[in-house]
C-alpha cells in the first residue's frame, strides 16, 4: 500500500454497514483507516488486489492492511487499529475463529438493508459528511 492506512470496504447499500462505517470515522480520531463502497471501482480493486472473488463484499467487511481480513478478522482488525477501550476487542482473537465467524455470519444474514443515494461508497450521516468524504480511499491507496 502506498501508506499505513487500512481500507474498509463495506457494502455501501447495507444500513447496518453504513452504520458500522459511521461509527468507525467517529471512533477512529486519528485517520487510520480510509473507506470504500463494494460497488465502487476503488472498493473493487482493493477486493481484486486481496485475491478475493468480487461477491465477498456483498455479506462481508474486509479490512486491506496488505492482508485481507474478512468476517470477525476484519472486526478484530478495525478494532487494534482503534484506541482504548474498543482496542480490547483485540481480545476476540481467543475465539476460535469459526465460532467467530458462525456469529458474524449470523448477524450479516439478518442486518437490515436501505437503499443508498450513492452505493459506491454509501450514505454518511449528515454531521459526518466532511469527514467521511475525507476518509474515502482513493486509486493510489490501493496501490
Not at 454531521?127 to 476518509?135: F, I, K, M, N, P
Request: charged fraction near 20%; charge should be negative.
Amino acid at each position: 500500500m502506498a501508506n499505513a492506512r487500512s481500507i474498509v470496504v463495506f457494502d455501501g447499500e447495507c444500513g447496518l454497514c453504513n452504520g458500522f462505517v459511521a461509527w468507525l470515522i467517529r471512533h477512529d480520531a486519528e485517520g487510520r483507516f480510509l473507506i470504500a463502497g463494494s460497488a465502487g471501482q476503488v472498493g473493487k480493486a482493493v477486493v481484486d488486489r486481496a485475491g478475493l472473488a468480487p461477491h465477498i463484499t456483498e455479506s462481508t467487511l474486509l479490512v486491506w492492511d496488505g492482508t485481507g481480513h474478512v468476517q470477525s478478522d476484519a472486526v478484530v482488525a478495525v478494532a487494534a487499529g482503534l484506541p482504548w477501550p474498543w482496542r480490547a476487542a483485540t481480545a476476540l482473537r481467543v475465539v476460535p475463529v469459526a465460532w467467530r465467524d458462525a456469529v458474524y455470519r449470523f448477524i450479516a444474514a439478518r442486518r437490515p438493508r436501505i437503499e443508498a443515494e450513492d452505493p459506491a461508497c454509501g450514505v454518511p450521516p449528515p454531521d459526518l459528511v466532511g469527514r467521511w468524504q475525507s476518509q474515502l480511499a482513493t486509486w493510489e491507496d490501493v496501490n
